[in-house]
């Protein structure tokens, strides 16, 4: 087998290939993007485990006694690349905790930008977000203090035009254009490498396995931002854990 035909055809191939990546990408960052992420961005038990279990401390909420305590920050983000007016939302956004739980206070502590206002009302286990104005990367970080919280999923509800569902920050298409990418890459530099293995003289082959790992590097970057960057405060809540 002609070994210059074969590599001229597989650099053609790769070049389509990266080309096709290229063109979505330009086009996913490109398009109209409307879209509400939120983020917890941290959840602490005010007592550990083991002064659950002695019982030597008691927390008391308006003289009453109140058990599993937790702290939550919730940051919630315009992560499109167009505005949300208030008149968009058929429902406003609403979390939901467990039934058994309730909800002590709630405020919002922080907004990007600061003229970035809006009213914030509470129920027995829910926290409900009134619709307001909120341009491309607009935030507000909600604190919130809950008993009788478990480990439960918050449920995030909200009805806003043009929106499919509210996403936890993250969960976008940028870690599919990132997937993909580390996968062409990866597969492209596996292929070059068997064929140079198999097809050229020993003395040949140096720069060829150079071009060859340098894809598979890259290519394992790809990949780890796209389960490490993309996923990182999951892992390391389940590390801790």
């Known amino acids: 087998m002609n070994w210059e035909i074969f590599r001229d055809q597989f650099w053609n191939f790769i070049g389509v290939?990266?080309?096709?990546?290229t063109s979505v990408i330009?086009?996913?960052?490109?398009?109209?993007?409307?879209?509400?992420?939120?983020d917890i961005l941290s959840k602490t038990s005010l007592l550990t485990s083991k002064e659950k279990v002695e019982g030597k401390i008691k927390i008391l909420y308006n003289e009453e006694e109140v058990q599993n305590v937790n702290f939550l920050e919730i940051k919630i983000l315009n992560t499109g690349n167009i505005s949300i007016p208030s008149s968009d939302y058929e429902r406003p956004l609403?979390?939901?905790f467990e039934t058994e739980a309730k909800i002590l206070s709630a405020e919002i502590i922080k907004s990007e930008p600061e003229s970035l206002t809006t009213v914030l009302n509470i129920t027995q286990n829910?926290?409900?977000v009134q619709p307001v104005l909120m341009n491309s990367k607009d935030s507000m970080t909600l604190k919130a203090i809950v008993s009788n919280a478990t480990d439960g999923e918050i449920i995030v509800d909200g009805r806003i035009k043009d929106v499919k569902d509210i996403k936890k920050q993250g969960e976008s298409?940028?870690?599919?254009?990132f997937g993909m990418i580390g996968a062409v890459l990866i597969t492209a530099g596996m292929i070059q490498y068997t064929?140079?293995?198999?097809?050229?003289?020993?003395?040949t082959r140096a720069f060829q396995l150079t071009i060859s790992v340098a894809l598979i590097t890259i290519g394992y970057i790809f990949t780890f931002v796209y389960f490490f960057i993309f996923n990182r405060k999951f892992i390391l809540r389940k590390w801790k854990a």
């Open 17 to 21: 290939i990266i080309a096709c990546v």
């Open 26 to 38: 330009i086009y996913f960052l490109q398009k109209h993007k409307k879209e509400i992420s939120y």
């Open 94 to 96: 609403r979390f939901i």
């Open 126 to 128: 829910e926290m409900v």
């Open 173 to 177: 298409y940028m870690r599919i254009v």
């Open 195 to 203: 064929c140079i293995k198999t097809f050229l003289q020993v003395e």
